[in-house]
């Protein structure tokens, strides 16, 4: 049984699915378990994808990476959410990103010390693209 949200409305705690399920979401979801070590790029455990296409993880530097697929991430459309993983010894890294253009966001990750890293584990990562 789930709770009830305020006025005995939706769950709380529900955003609802990707639109293309049918579900009558506002927005496109593409959700990942992300990994990565050296000079690899980051390997995506996807979960969810009702993005147009399959995008793509590149690494570019040490600790910098993109996700890119051609046209997926318009201006003031795109939200994602990133949390770091399973690894105990990435306590103090720092995750952070944001859209580049419509075909790219970037991603990068640095440790307490200020240095960029490369070593993600299970780096959890939701993006949600809105309707215009």
Known sequence: MSAIGPSGGLPFGWIGGGSG???GSEYLSYVALLSQSGVNNPVATVLENELSGVPVWTRSSDGEFFLTLAGAFPANRVVFFVKQGNLISTAGFILWGYR???????????????????????VSFELRVYPA
């Open 21 to 23: 399920s049918g579900s």
């Open 100 to 122: 580049v253009d419509n075909n790219n966001i970037f991603l990068a990750q640095w440790d307490a010390g200020g240095s960029y890293v490369d070593v993600m584990d299970q």
